[in-house]
């Protein structure tokens, strides 16, 4: 038990750590509030356990097919350039009038939840864990306690951490930081799109 419980906790925080779209996402989103950047982070969660359930049902076939990747870096990749924008916009805001705008949680839920729904590298991570946790070396279901754990112990602390410490951040450096984090949207965005005309042409 315990060594898959640490295996899942280990797996979990490969996933969480990287920074990525939805690291991003949540420290952004943290300079306005905390509470907000875990709703990103926990929507996140969701759809990493959406897919893991389908992978579990059996339906990993269908993800597998081609035809949903493509439609899913397409949708994933307008979605991003989508954030970029709203980033960039929102790039000489000061802390102060971040803070004072109201930002409902289930919104940035919804923002976590489809970026990550939306993003096919998602599923292969998810399919690798499905073959772990049929392996006979492994007790499944303490496996993916260990992820579940991991993921939400991320998930709490970094915005915690940003939130706390946004007061030591000039305009300056927030400004950069906002088009930093639209820089990264854009990269992984246009990563998506270029990997689908790739096979297209």
Request: with cysteine.
């Amino acid at each position: 038990m315990f060594g898959s419980l640490l295996q899942g906790i280990l797996l979990g925080l490969g996933a969480a750590v990287p920074l990525g779209p939805i690291n991003v996402l949540i420290m952004n989103t943290a300079l306005s509030s905390a509470r907000s950047a875990f709703g990103v982070g926990f929507g996140a969660m969701l759809a990493d356990l959406t897919y893991l359930g389908v992978v579990l049902l059996g339906f990993h076939l269908f993800l597998e097919s081609p035809l949903i990747q493509e439609i899913l870096s397409l949708l994933g990749g307008a979605f991003l350039l989508y954030l970029s924008l709203l980033l960039y916009r929102g790039r000489n805001q000061s802390i102060q009038e971040r803070s004072q705008k109201h930002h409902p949680f289930f919104k940035s839920l919804a923002k976590g939840y489809l970026l990550t729904l939306s993003n096919p590298y998602t599923i292969a991570f998810w399919l690798s864990v499905a073959s772990l946790t049929a392996s006979p070396k492994y007790q499944g279901q303490w496996l993916i306690v260990g992820l579940v754990i991991a993921i939400l112990c991320w998930i709490t602390f970094l915005p915690f951490l940003i939130y706390k410490t946004k007061h030591l951040i000039s305009p300056r450096i927030s400004a950069f930081f906002s088009l930093f984090s639209a820089g990264v949207m854009v990269w992984f965005g246009l990563t998506l799109w270029v990997g689908v005309l790739s096979r297209w042409l």
